[in-house]
């Protein structure tokens, strides 16, 4: 790639396009898109098996699936969850009607911390809504015993955490009353756009594909006030061709992190993420954080990639807490999160994707050491 050719954060990994043909005139052939048909149903096994998981529900995105997932369980009132993250895991909740209740995160690993949820409970508390950043597990079991302890569901956004398994083998994404993925275009899998709810039983599911779908049971009952979230057949075939490629994505992305830590490691007031132990990992993101030894600020530091073509992203700032529709809620308050807000001023996301070159690997590196 020349210089000046951008380097973004991430670019879409795709499976060779004559591959993708015959699954696209079966498509043709069937004239079935939508509604639940063959690669619809052909993916939400092949995916199971995968992942690993009892159940899966394929939705149009992730954002709808966060959203029905809450619809599924009745959720109310209020829920703890991040204010480190993508909008639209508080956005889910205000859909819903749900107040979000901002809980600080820690500084190792930047997901919700357990320490700071209790105190944050009310009577009006009915949830918590965690994400796994970056991909590095939540401390599953504390969020559990504190779930129990006041009968809280708990939904795992867990947008990132494609493929994540804990030491004793177990998907992550078991954990939890649901865990909602997303499969969009700049995810570690990617069906163009896409989404899914892990449930763990038969009838959770049910009452998932129930609301997906207007709330049909039949062709003339319907029992919830369900929307559109089908995933299509397009995108369905593209996820069972995908599953076939992802391991190799995933591998390449571990290449591109073990190149990043070797050359970096010794930049002063440049600090990495902890490598998690006893996990399997899918290197969905690369992110330093810029620190005072280092002898610019991140912001500087971000636009000196910039003006060199090299997309790099600030992930994730501002924080959830600090647009408008949500710096008016109590626990939005900056003394309140001051882990979140020392990461959000010095987070940067640098680009890790299968196809990145080690000479454009390596252009990033050079201007991050200059």
Not at 1 to 18: G, H, N, R, W
Not at 151 to 170: C, E, M, P, T
């Amino acid at each position: 790639m020349s210089a000046s050719t951008p380097i973004y954060v991430t670019q879409p990994d795709l499976p060779p396009l004559e591959t993708f043909l015959p699954y696209l005139q079966q498509i043709w052939d069937s004239r079935a898109l939508t509604n639940g048909a063959s690669f619809h149903r052909r993916f939400e096994q092949a995916l199971s098996e995968y992942l690993g998981v009892p159940h899966v529900s394929l939705f149009t995105n992730g954002t709808l699936a966060l959203v029905t997932a809450l619809q599924s369980l009745r959720v109310a009132g209020e829920v703890i969850t991040t204010p480190y993250s993508f909008v639209a895991t508080a956005h889910s909740l205000m859909w819903n009607g749900i107040k979000p209740v901002f809980a600080d995160i820690d500084p190792v690993t930047l997901n919700i911390d357990p320490a700071k949820i209790e105190a944050l409970i009310t009577p009006q508390t009915t949830a918590i809504m965690p994400v796994h950043c970056y991909g590095t597990p939540c401390d599953v079991d504390a969020i559990q015993r504190i779930a129990d302890d006041y009968n809280l569901k708990v939904i795992y956004d867990a947008a990132h955490a494609f493929g994540i398994r804990r030491q004793d083998g177990g998907s992550v994404l078991t954990h939890g009353d649901l865990s909602v993925l997303s499969f969009h275009a700049t995810k570690v899998f990617n069906t163009f756009e896409g989404g899914a709810i892990i449930s763990p039983d038969a009838r959770s599911k049910q009452r998932i594909d129930h609301l997906k779908n207007f709330g049909f049971v039949n062709e003339t009952t319907v029992v919830a006030t369900g929307i559109n979230g089908k995933m299509s057949e397009f995108n369905a075939a593209l996820g069972l061709l995908q599953l076939q490629h992802v391991g190799h994505a995933i591998e390449r992305r571990a290449e591109v992190e073990r190149h990043y830590r070797e050359h970096l490691a010794d930049v002063p007031g440049l600090a990495m993420l902890q490598e998690p132990a006893g996990v399997t990992r899918n290197h969905s993101y690369f992110p330093v954080m810029v620190g005072p030894g280092f002898p610019l600020s991140r912001d500087a530091l971000y636009q000196r990639l910039r003006d060199a073509g090299i997309l790099a992203r600030r992930y994730f700032y501002p924080l959830i807490s600090e647009f408008s529709m949500y710096r008016g809620l109590p626990s939005a308050r900056p003394d309140l999160l001051p882990v979140a807000h020392e990461a959000a001023r010095q987070v940067l996301c640098l680009p890790i994707y299968p196809a990145l070159t080690q000479a454009d690997q390596d252009r990033v590196i050079g201007l991050i050491r200059g």
